[in-house]
């Protein structure tokens, strides 16, 4: 009985932590993502206007 | 040969976050491999006997060594020391949002050990099929791959 109660616990909390991370993650990516693409263009409008 | 124009290369191969995770994944799957050689030379023992052998040990591994939860502790700790030695500027409230995984799986491990040592609970909680076991070891993949591909960007956007 006590170990299924450990059990729930533990299921619910791990699924609480699941969830801020996959926020967290989420923006994180959305934010290193659009850094990259602006540092790509960048890049690329340089050596256009080098050539 | 046809000669592609930037504005063509960068169509035909856009940065996708997909390839990133690709090289995450691949990176998980290396690791697991080799952090767990010993269970795997183990079992390829027991294939080749036809189960005679080695049987015991395969649950000696799994159930009172933990070997599994090692593994995975290992891969969070490299992922998290990979980030940390990055010198990735974060927020205060987003690295403990962000290291609230590794700090949730090493709260569930010492809680399981404490209660082993006390006889609370037994060593199945460390076979394959226990709840401990299951959710440690999903946490432990959705972190390594996805907090890793996030380092690839990172290290992409730096190094270009």
């Known amino acids: 009985m006590n170990k299924d109660i450990y059990n729930i616990i533990v299921s619910v909390l791990g699924v609480i932590v699941a969830t801020i991370f996959g926020i967290v993650s989420k923006k994180m990516m959305d934010t290193n993502m659009h850094k990259l693409r602006e540092h790509e263009a960048a890049k690329k409008s340089h050596a256009t206007q080098r050539d | ?160």
């Open chain 2, 1 to 160: 040969m046809e000669q592609l124009t930037p504005t063509e290369q960068s169509q035909e191969n856009p940065i996708r976050f997909r390839n990133y995770l690709m090289k995450s994944v691949k990176w998980v799957i290396g690791n697991t491999l080799f952090g767990l050689l010993p269970l795997w030379f183990i079992y390829f023992l027991f294939v080749i006997s036809r189960g005679k052998v080695a049987s015991s040990e395969i649950d000696h591994i799994i159930e009172h060594d933990a070997a599994i939860l090692f593994v995975c502790c290992g891969m969070m700790g490299a992922v998290l020391w990979d980030f940390m030695l990055a010198g990735i500027k974060l927020k205060m409230s987003v690295a403990f949002r962000l290291f609230i995984v590794p700090g949730f799986v090493a709260m569930v491990l010492f809680t399981d050990q404490v209660l082993i040592l006390l006889k609370a609970i037994d060593n199945t909680c460390f076979n394959l099929r226990s709840y401990t076991t299951i959710i440690i070891v999903v946490l432990t993949i959705s972190f390594t791959i996805f907090t890793k591909a996030n380092l690839y960007v990172i290290e992409d956007t730096r190094n270009e």
